[in-house]
């Protein structure tokens, strides 16, 4: 259950807590970088970070009846990689009497500071897509992460889908070696929720190591996981 984040541990001993935090059990949001070299220069790598909080405002248990997964496009290119996370929602309940009733999300989602954020919008299962206005839209700096909040309401019945467009830039016109390292936070309780990662690669190179396994789909890596505690994923290019 400590793996799974479904316990934290707090203490008052620093060493102590120390060894908690390395270990991802103590809560906090994770703090990730590139590897250094012997020489003690980072590698030419990009550390890529995702963490999906949710609160219920809802003075109910429709947490219970909702389903979810969530869907990434990681698209690297030669001078940027551009994120496109989707979350899919599904409330089961069938009315919005007690316990059941409307999940009304606040949603926050962490990505990493230096992001250009580019979208946050919400579709239905008809297709109809509203764009969150920024105004609407609470951005922050929070541990070192960007946090992006807003309220994404899944009524009682209703399929919805919550998508975050992002941007960081790279500069890979130097280079002969890449790593991309992306590490996916879990919160408590969050239950089983499968997130498939599709990784696209800049032409002219080539994946040399990839963690954890992956399918090739028409050039593209494919990571199919469940989100049953943090994901850590890895990916080493080469031309």
């Known amino acids: 259950m400590l793996q799974e984040n479904e316990i ?3 203490l008052n001993d620093k060493t102590a807590a120390g060894i908690m935090a390395e270990a991802g059990w103590n809560g906090a949001i994770y703090n990730g970088k590139c590897p250094t ?10 550390a890529d970070y995702l963490y999906i909080v949710e609160s219920n405002f809802g003075v109910n248990k429709a947490n219970f009846f909702l389903k979810r997964s969530i869907d990434r496009v990681v698209d690297i290119s030669p001078g940027a990689i551009g994120r496109v996370v989707k979350i899919n929602y599904e409330n089961t309940a069938k009315n919005s009497n007690w316990p059941g009733g409307d999940y009304k999300n606040y949603l926050r989602v962490y990505i990493p500071a230096s ?3 580019a979208e946050v919008s919400i579709t239905d299962s008809r297709g109809g897509k509203t764009i969150i206005p920024t105004g609407e839209l609470s951005i922050a700096q929070i541990k070192g992460k960007k946090e992006v909040g807003f309220l994404a309401t899944v009524k009682a019945g209703e399929k919805k889908t919550v ?6 830039q790279i500069d ?19 239950g089983q929720t499968l997130v498939t990662t599709l990784v696209s690669i800049p032409e002219g190179w080539q994946p040399m190591g990839v963690e954890p396994m992956a399918q090739l789909v028409n050039g593209k890596l ?3 996981l469940y989100l049953e505690g943090d994901i850590k994923m890895g990916v080493e290019l080469g031309k």
């Open 8 to 10: 934290q541990v707090a």
């Open 37 to 46: 070299t012997g020489s003690g220069r980072a590698q030419n790598c990009f």
């Open 115 to 117: 992001s250009n954020l």
């Open 163 to 168: 998508e975050v467009r992002y941007t960081d």
């Open 172 to 190: 890979l016109s130097k280079s002969n070696s890449f790593s991309y390292l992306d590490y996916v936070q879990k919160q408590s309780g969050y």
């Open 222 to 224: 494919l990571f199919s």
